[in-house]
């Protein structure tokens, strides 16, 4: 049986998963809206893969015949800044959700709950992985700083990026 603090939890983590891909979407807006469309484009697949990640947690609170109580989202922002603020604030949310991930999997340990830890061991990686992208593209931004032409080259390169085959 799943606990119901972990039920409560993982309800949680649904809304930070929901609210990181309403989050990408409207910094994708805002990239689209300065012709930044590489990042535009990044920043939309980011956004598909968070609305992945929420629908991993429901699938698995069904599968455990636990019930999914969907909250409220918070409004994001419809202006984040500069280019390297945009990705300097979506660093910022990552590590943030990488630190409720960490929360959860020590709950998960504390509980005894397998099945749980095998999920959240999904997302630690993946949280490993959100952050070392993204940590590259900040650094090397702040490499460049005002330098239009590589903004553009990082532009054209994030527009290549394919999207994720589902798992
Ligand atoms: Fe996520
Ligand atoms: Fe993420």
Redesign the pocket.
């Known amino acids: 049986m799943i606990s119901d603090r972990l039920v409560d939890e993982i309800n949680e983590q649904i809304k930070h998963?929901f609210y990181?891909a309403y989050m990408?979407l409207a910094m994708s807006a805002d990239c689209a809206d300065r012709n930044l469309t590489g990042f535009a484009h990044w920043m939309k697949l980011?956004a598909e893969?968070?609305v992945g990640?929420a629908m991993r947690f429901v699938d698995f609170l069904l599968e455990r015949g636990a019930r999914v109580e969907l909250q409220a989202l918070d409004q994001p922002p419809a202006r984040f800044g500069s280019p390297l603020e945009i990705m300097e604030k979506?660093l910022e949310?990552?590590r943030f959700?990488t630190g409720r991930i960490n929360e959860l999997y020590a709950l998960a340990m504390d509980e005894n709950d397998y099945p749980a830890q095998v999920l959240l061991q999904w997302f630690v990686t993946?949280?490993v992985e959100?952050e070392a992208s993204i940590d590259e593209i900040v650094e090397r931004m702040k490499m460049f700083g005002q330098d239009g032409s590589a903004l553009l080259m990082l532009d054209t390169q994030l527009g290549e990026r394919p999207a994720e085959s589902a798992e």
Request: aromatic content about 8%.
């Open positions: 998963e990181s990408y980011q893969e968070e990640h979506s949310h990552e959700v993946e949280q959100e």
